[in-house]
């Protein structure tokens, strides 16, 4: 199909699904406006260090001619491993070659950045909340955002994330809560200010698990720690609990208390971090979420195929999905028959993805000494198992 057939392409949501794909498409001189909601890339905090996989993250930057600047922002090193129960016992540890790019790690800014800025100035739309979105009867899609700006585009992408207001066009399907809830805490200068908790995290990740509990410590660049505070709690646990979430020190004193029988070094984690505690419950879409391929819509990444980050599959599915979408829409002989081939490769391969993740989640965050059970799966695939095993077992 020639390039001006294709007509107006709109992406919503400029994650790294939705970068992605643009940067794609712009290298291969198909016009098209990303919209995003954050009025800039540093308009709030963007969460921690993602790895990304020879298969999928990879693939994507390689194709969207970033590989060789990656390299320079990755940390290798940051695949390092250690897993511990609440005693601080140490149950598997692996320890990463710094010449080995199997899923080496990059910051989600540094990697939104990297994307972002390999795009035309005037591509992306920024401080632009989509409002809503209507079928027209001639099979194009008019979008509303809520400072008044209107579009209408031929073929409109949702990469609007887990909320997405895209997704009710294609789906009924919403989010629903995974039973999990985790309570993000950072240490900023840790080197210099911490150096007993860099010295526990080291260079990767750390794992302590025990009685539906977990501390997750990551190593994230710019000298920063990130710790996951993770609980099996309902839904509204935030309002239940009485924790007053806006009182640092109060949190403090409550956190504490729910892991009042962890070892000291662990709570440390608690004691020392920075005073801001945000706490973030975590939803999946169903698993095998699907749809019938509609006339000029389509989604990628978490708009599709939320699930929870226990698969450390999100960030590389949105960019594969991105990926293919942009070959699809470039290689087009007939765009709704491409779009709906992309459909069912991302259908399959997210199902995948999916259930791996919600078996993780159970096994991690699960009774007992949930350390040791995790460590024996770990061990048995690095006996025995292809490395897609290893790379895609948790969280990362
Ligand atoms: C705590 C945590 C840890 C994680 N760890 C990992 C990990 O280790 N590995 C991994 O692979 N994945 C991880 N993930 C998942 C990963 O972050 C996501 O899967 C990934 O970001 C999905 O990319 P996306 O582009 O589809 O969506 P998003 O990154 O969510 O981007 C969506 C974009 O759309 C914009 N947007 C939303 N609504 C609108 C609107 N109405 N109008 C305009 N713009 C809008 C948003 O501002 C955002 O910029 C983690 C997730 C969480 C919560």
């Known amino acids: 199909m020639s390039k001006n057939k294709l007509g107006r392409i709109v992406i919503v949501g400029a994650?790294?699904?939705?970068?992605?794909?643009?940067?794609?498409?712009?290298?291969?001189?198909?016009?098209?406006?990303?919209?995003?909601?954050?009025?800039s890339i540093d308009a709030r905090p963007q969460g921690g260090t993602l790895d990304l996989h020879v298969e999928s993250g990879q693939y994507a930057l390689q194709i969207a001619g970033l590989f060789?600047?990656?390299?320079?922002?990755?940390?290798?090193?940051?695949?390092?491993?250690?897993?511990?129960?609440?005693?601080g016992t140490v149950h598997y540890e692996e320890v990463s070659n710094e010449m080995c790019f199997d899923r080496p790690e990059i910051d989600r800014h540094d990697l939104r950045q990297l994307l972002f800025q390999s795009l035309k100035a005037d591509i992306i739309a920024q401080g632009h909340n989509l409002q809503s979105i209507q079928s027209l009867s001639n099979g194009q899609h008019k979008l509303v955002f809520d400072d008044g700006v209107t579009d209408t585009a031929d073929l409109v992408i949702g990469a609007d994330g887990a909320w997405s207001r895209i997704?009710?066009?294609?789906?009924?399907?919403?989010p629903q809560y995974c039973g999990v809830m985790i309570v993000e805490i950072q240490f900023t200068e840790v080197d210099d200010r911490h150096p007993e908790i860099a010295k526990l995290v080291g260079r990767g990740i750390l794992f302590a698990l025990s009685d539906n509990k977990g501390l997750i410590g990551q190593r994230n660049g710019h000298n920063r720690i990130r710790v996951y505070i993770t609980l099996r709690v309902p839904e509204n646990w935030v309002a239940e609990s009485g924790i007053a979430f806006d009182q640092p020190e109060q949190v403090r004193d409550d956190l504490l208390h729910l892991f009042a029988d962890w070892d000291n070094s662990l709570l440390n984690f608690i004691r020392f971090c920075d005073a801001n505690f945000i706490p973030r419950p975590?939803?999946?879409?169903?698993?095998?979420?699907?749809?019938?391929?509609?006339?000029?819509?389509?989604?990628?990444?978490?708009?599709?195929?939320?699930?929870?980050?226990?698969?450390?599959?999100?960030?590389?599915?949105?960019?594969l999905d991105a990926t293919e979408l942009a070959l699809a829409i470039i290689n087009?002989?007939?765009?709704?028959?491409a779009i709906h081939n992309y459909?069912?490769?991302?259908?399959?391969?997210?199902?995948?993805?999916?259930?791996?993740?919600?078996?993780?989640?159970?096994?991690?965050?699960?009774?007992?000494?949930?350390?040791?059970?995790?460590?024996?799966?770990?061990k048995k695939m690095m006996e025995s198992g292809p490395s897609n095993d290893k790379e895609n077992f948790v969280t990362r």
């Open 15 to 39: 994650g790294p699904g939705g970068l992605t794909l643009a940067r794609i498409l712009q290298l291969h001189g198909v016009e098209v406006k990303v919209y995003e909601r954050e009025s």
């Open 68 to 87: 060789d600047k990656f390299q320079t922002l990755c940390r290798p090193e940051g695949q390092d491993t250690r897993i511990i129960d609440k005693s």
């Open 167 to 174: 997704r009710p066009l294609v789906s009924s399907a919403v």
């Open 282 to 319: 975590l939803y999946m879409l169903p698993i095998n979420h699907r749809w019938e391929t509609q006339q000029g819509v389509t989604l990628l990444g978490d708009a599709a195929h939320l699930m929870s980050p226990f698969a450390g599959e999100g960030v590389n599915l949105a960019m």
């Open 332 to 337: 087009a002989d007939d765009l709704k028959q």
């Open 343 to 378: 459909e069912q490769k991302m259908f399959s391969r997210a199902a995948k993805a999916a259930d791996e993740s919600a078996t993780n989640l159970d096994l991690c965050i699960s009774p007992g000494n949930a350390a040791k059970l995790m460590a024996e799966l770990f």
